[in-house]
């Protein structure tokens, strides 16, 4: 059987580089969203610029799922959760919806009501729930993975593929294809309301306990050159894009097997690249899940209706700085935050030690 360390593994600054990649590709799908950018509203039909959006979409359509696959990387060192961790984050949600709604109000953008203001104190955001769930739940998966022979270990994982990600994207697909009104989630292995697009917690879990699985395998997995990886990750860029024209939906949900497939294959390849401790991506990175919280506020306000009717260049470089200048912006407010909270988090943590401890 596999041993595992007791401490987690350190940051990996090629890692991080790849979770800040992620929270700008997260930004640039919330430029296309038809509700927040609407860059999908404003461009013409069958242009250049609708087949670069779509591209740029099935490259980023993956991102979220980088993110659960990075936890599960390096979270299956331990088998220690603080109970803080979890309640830090979902304050975090609460106080960045309410110095939004507070600042809204301020410049005007926001009228003031009793229900909108305990709207913005209410924590609703299915990242951040799911992923405390996660979070919790995480030791137990770990222990169970460890438990398992690197034969069964594998069985296990293709399983929850098959079941999981092959066969609800399947009956998705299915659904498309026969063009029937009849309703077909009954035959979907996630709920009865069908895969939800993996906005769902057992998606959270099979891309963990893949990540997990890599994170286990990392001195023995076969090295796959990274052209071959890169070689993968384009030709199932090209299949998503093409799909995307026949329907939206079932191309980019995040459990479909090639978006999860696509995100494995964007992780091996940062995983193998050369990189040192770099203090400045480090300290970039920390501040991911902060722009994550923060950067619907500012999409709006990234002139893409005017850049979707530029050329194809201009249109990629402008997403690409307006996505990074988001960031940039994003940026300063975490580390006010993190130095005006993080003492508190630091006391409560020696007051209430309260935590999961699977190793002892």
């Given at each position: 059987m596999l041993q595992k360390s007791s401490k987690p593994q350190a940051r990996q600054s090629n890692i991080e580089l790849l979770r800040i990649l992620a929270i700008v590709g997260v930004i640039i799908l919330h430029f296309n969203n038809r509700d927040m950018g609407g860059g999908f509203t404003?461009?013409?039909?069958?242009?250049?610029?609708?087949?670069?959006?779509?591209?740029?979409?099935?490259?980023?359509?993956?991102?979220?799922?980088?993110?659960?696959l990075i936890s599960g990387y390096f979270?299956?060192?331990?088998?220690?959760?603080?109970?803080?961790?979890?309640?830090?984050?979902?304050?975090?949600?609460i106080a960045f919806s309410a110095g939004t709604y507070m600042l809204f109000?301020?410049?005007?953008?926001?009228?003031?009501?009793?229900?909108s203001m305990i709207g913005s104190l209410v924590p609703n955001n299915y990242f951040a729930v799911l992923y405390v769930t996660l979070y919790l739940i995480s030791p137990y998966i770990n222990v169970l993975m460890l438990k398992l022979s690197e034969t069964k270990r594998t069985q296990f994982l293709l399983l929850l593929f098959l079941l999981f990600s092959v066969w609800p994207s399947f009956v998705d697909v299915f659904t498309v294809l026969v063009h029937s009104n009849r309703n077909w989630n009954?035959?979907?292995?996630?709920?009865?309301?069908?895969?939800?697009?993996?906005?769902?917690?057992?998606n959270f879990c099979l891309l963990y306990i893949i990540g997990a699985y890599i994170g286990l395998r990392q001195n023995k997995?076969?090295?796959?050159?990274?052209?071959?990886l890169f070689l993968v990750l384009c030709t199932l860029i090209t299949l998503l894009t093409v799909w995307s024209k026949v329907d939206e939906n079932?191309?980019?949900?995040?459990?479909?097997?090639?978006?999860?497939?696509?995100?494995?294959?964007?992780?091996?390849?940062?995983?193998?690249?050369?990189?040192?401790?770099n203090k400045v991506i480090n300290r970039l990175a920390r501040a991911a899940f902060s722009v994550f919280l923060l950067?619907?506020?500012?999409?709006?306000?990234?002139?893409?209706?005017k850049l979707t009717q530029e050329n194809a260049l201009l249109l990629w470089g402008g997403?690409?700085?307006?996505?990074?200048?988001?960031?940039?912006?994003?940026?300063?407010?975490?580390?006010?935050?993190?130095?005006?909270?993080?003492?508190?988090?630091?006391?409560?943590?020696?007051?209430?030690?309260?935590?999961?401890?699977?190793?002892?």
């Amino acid at each position: 059987m596999l041993q595992k360390s007791s401490k987690p593994q350190a940051r990996q600054s090629n890692i991080e580089l790849l979770r800040i990649l992620a929270i700008v590709g997260v930004i640039i799908l919330h430029f296309n969203n038809r509700d927040m950018g609407g860059g999908f509203t404003y461009v013409a039909a069958n242009s250049v610029n609708e087949w670069l959006l779509r591209i740029m979409e099935s490259l980023f359509a993956c991102a979220v799922n980088v993110f659960i696959l990075i936890s599960g990387y390096f979270m299956c060192a331990t088998n220690k959760r603080n109970i803080i961790k979890p309640v830090q984050l979902i304050v975090q949600v609460i106080a960045f919806s309410a110095g939004t709604y507070m600042l809204f109000l301020i410049i005007g953008k926001e009228t003031f009501s009793i229900k909108s203001m305990i709207g913005s104190l209410v924590p609703n955001n299915y990242f951040a729930v799911l992923y405390v769930t996660l979070y919790l739940i995480s030791p137990y998966i770990n222990v169970l993975m460890l438990k398992l022979s690197e034969t069964k270990r594998t069985q296990f994982l293709l399983l929850l593929f098959l079941l999981f990600s092959v066969w609800p994207s399947f009956v998705d697909v299915f659904t498309v294809l026969v063009h029937s009104n009849r309703n077909w989630n009954g035959l979907s292995t996630i709920g009865a309301w069908g895969s939800q697009w993996g906005y769902t917690i057992v998606n959270f879990c099979l891309l963990y306990i893949i990540g997990a699985y890599i994170g286990l395998r990392q001195n023995k997995g076969r090295h796959y050159k990274t052209i071959y990886l890169f070689l993968v990750l384009c030709t199932l860029i090209t299949l998503l894009t093409v799909w995307s024209k026949v329907d939206e939906n079932t191309a980019w949900e995040y459990c479909s097997p090639l978006v999860i497939a696509e995100s494995i294959i964007l992780f091996l390849i940062f995983l193998r690249i050369p990189m040192g401790n770099n203090k400045v991506i480090n300290r970039l990175a920390r501040a991911a899940f902060s722009v994550f919280l923060l950067h619907s506020s500012l999409v709006p306000y990234a002139g893409i209706e005017k850049l979707t009717q530029e050329n194809a260049l201009l249109l990629w470089g402008g997403y690409c700085l307006a996505a990074a200048m988001i960031y940039l912006l994003c940026w300063p407010v975490y580390e006010i935050y993190n130095k005006l909270t993080s003492w508190i988090w630091q006391r409560l943590s020696r007051k209430i030690p309260f935590s999961i401890d699977l190793e002892n």
